[in-house]
């Protein structure tokens, strides 16, 4: 009898354990896979790709371009897989199913929203040996011109009945609780945030070293603000002024509203002859350089002097600012051999690494097609397309 009873406890005991990793089965780190060919594989588009982080409680799904933060509200177990919930309304859901638990490789049925569901697959960090690795293709990858909004921040407002987002840095959208668009805009050479202690739409808008903190309320079909604070940059710190202004969110204009404050010369306007002179050239940052393009557009007469002051701000440290005056160089003279040299360099000082060996192999591809001295090369363009 002793016998049979520890049978049972045993047989209770792994029957407990195989529940308990079934439950549990959908914990870990999983890379995103794709069908081909009737077997799964990893893709390298030479970005990072797709990725989820599950634990017990939470869902970090990493994406292309945009990344998913969730807590698991709860979960349920049937026939067709663990579905772990993000709402207690069951409208929102990720739903895991083994494919192939020898290979780790799993299927999930996102559902996002009610009229927003995918099926994604992914392998479980753990077995990532077990799929083959293949290089992306156009139709695999997505390339910077297929690349949409990226949201940066956002922020549910009005009671719950609006969320505004941040997207690209520069541009909000106002949507209701149902997702539907109620007003977008973007903000010419301004960076945009959300300050998450504000009222109603609370933003800092900077623009070049000097910015704005404005709240923008709901007024019938409009946001208007009652008060900005505006903070100057000077030489001897940082001024901020506070007044009262009604400003429409539709209409904002960062130097309209600068001339309210009788700072009128805060904009710096600055003229295609001062990128000549290092001093001035130093303290020019990336939206001034934008404002002197749009204004002096390049062309045949002034690109030697846009690639010298490109040149000047690599020597400065100044890559940004560099790499936007010589990507409209190429744009405009697409066989300029020495400007995708300096381009690679500053792009590769900026940590976009990538683009830069595009550069740099297209410098050496001009070099040969016309003939150049290849001896002239710089080393560093050798090592640093390896």
């Known amino acids: ?19 308990q990793d079934s439950k549990e089965n959908y914990i870990g780190t999983w890379l995103e896979v794709k069908q081909k060919n009737k077997e799964f594989v990893l893709v390298d588009c030479g970005y990072e790709g797709g990725s989820l982080k599950t634990s017990n409680n939470s869902i970090f799904e990493k994406g292309i371009m945009e990344d998913v933060d969730m807590k698991i509200d709860h979960i349920k177990e049937g026939e067709d897989g663990i579905t772990l919930f993000t709402d207690k309304l069951e409208k929102s859901y990720y739903k895991f199913l083994w494919i192939d638990k020898e290979k780790g490789i799993s299927k999930w049925e996102i559902q996002y929203s009610e009229s927003s569901k995918v099926v994604k697959y992914f392998v479980n960090a753990l077995n990532v ?6 290089q992306g293709t156009k139709t695999d990858c997505i390339s910077k ?11 549910v407002i009005n009671g719950g009945n609006n969320i505004i987002l941040v997207e690209d840095d520069n541009c909000i959208s106002l949507k209701n609780k149902k997702g539907n668009l109620i007003f977008e805009r973007c903000f010419d050479n301004s960076i945009v945030k959300i300050r998450h202690t504000g009222e109603g739409i609370p933003l800092t808008i900077t623009n070049g070293q000097n910015s704005m903190d404005i709240d923008f309320f709901s007024k019938g079909n409009e946001w208007i603000s009652n008060s900005v604070t505006y903070y100057k940059s000077s030489s001897s710190g940082e001024d901020k002024n506070t007044k009262s202004m009604a ?16 700072d009128v010369n805060s904009k710096g306007l600055i ?17 001034k350089i934008a404002d002197i393009l749009k204004a002096n557009p390049i062309c045949n007469e002034n690109i030697a002097l846009y690639n010298d002051a490109a040149f000047n701000l690599i020597e400065m440290e100044n890559f940004n600012e560099a790499r936007i005056i010589l990507l409209d160089i190429v744009n405009f003279s697409p066989d300029r051999v020495v400007a995708y040299l300096n381009l690679g360099d500053a792009q590769w000082g900026f940590d976009e690494n990538e683009d830069a060996k595009k550069s740099y192999q297209k410098y050496i591809s001009l070099m040969k097609t016309q003939g150049k001295d290849l001896n ?11």
Do not use: A, H, T
């Open 1 to 19: 009898m002793k016998k049979i009873i520890f049978g049972l406890l045993m047989l209770s005991l792994i029957l407990s354990c195989k529940s």
């Open 129 to 134: 040996k077990s799929v083959k690795k293949i």
């Open 145 to 155: 011109e297929d690349v949409g909004d990226v949201v940066n921040d956002s922020l």
């Open 247 to 262: 400003v429409s969110l539709k209409e904002f204009d960062f130097n309209n509203v600068v001339d309210q404050f009788g």
């Open 271 to 287: 003229s295609l002859d001062d990128i000549k002179n290092k001093e001035k050239l130093k303290e020019i940052d990336v939206y």
């Open 376 to 386: 002239k090369i710089p080393k560093r363009v050798y090592e640093r397309i390896k």
